[in-house]
């Protein structure tokens, strides 16, 4: 198993930008896709992002052109650079891994986002 610690979460005006972090530890694994899920009051948990090991990105519709996943495989982290946040943006955001051999998906604690009017 992995241990992810996500960071960057915040409160932020309507329009502003947030970079959230989640960094994967623990012995002797390697991550394939990794991704950005979030959860609203009162709502399911959905995908936000997700990047394959090989670079390919996905994204909600919500988020296109507003949303960049990255990953930087030297340090097992994954980004979430968020640019023209809206307040519908608010939700606690839950960093995801799943692990090479089919193992995950790991999950980290989660980073709350408030996006103010």
């Known amino acids: 198993q992995v241990q992810l610690v996500e960071s960057g979460g915040g409160l932020v005006q309507a329009g502003g930008s947030l970079r959230l972090s989640c960094a994967a530890s623990?012995?002797?694994?390697?991550?394939?896709?990794m991704g950005w899920y979030r959860q609203a009051p009162g709502k399911q948990r959905e995908l936000v992002a997700r990047i394959t090991s090989g670079g390919n990105t996905i994204y909600a519709d919500s988020v296109k052109g507003r949303f960049t996943i990255s990953r930087d495989n030297a340090k097992n982290t994954v980004y979430l650079q968020m640019y023209s946040l809206k307040p519908e943006d608010t939700a606690v955001y839950y960093c995801n891994v799943h692990r090479v051999g089919g193992l995950g998906p790991d999950w980290g604690q989660g980073t709350p986002v408030t996006v103010s009017s």
């Open positions: 623990g012995n002797g694994f390697s991550l394939n896709a």
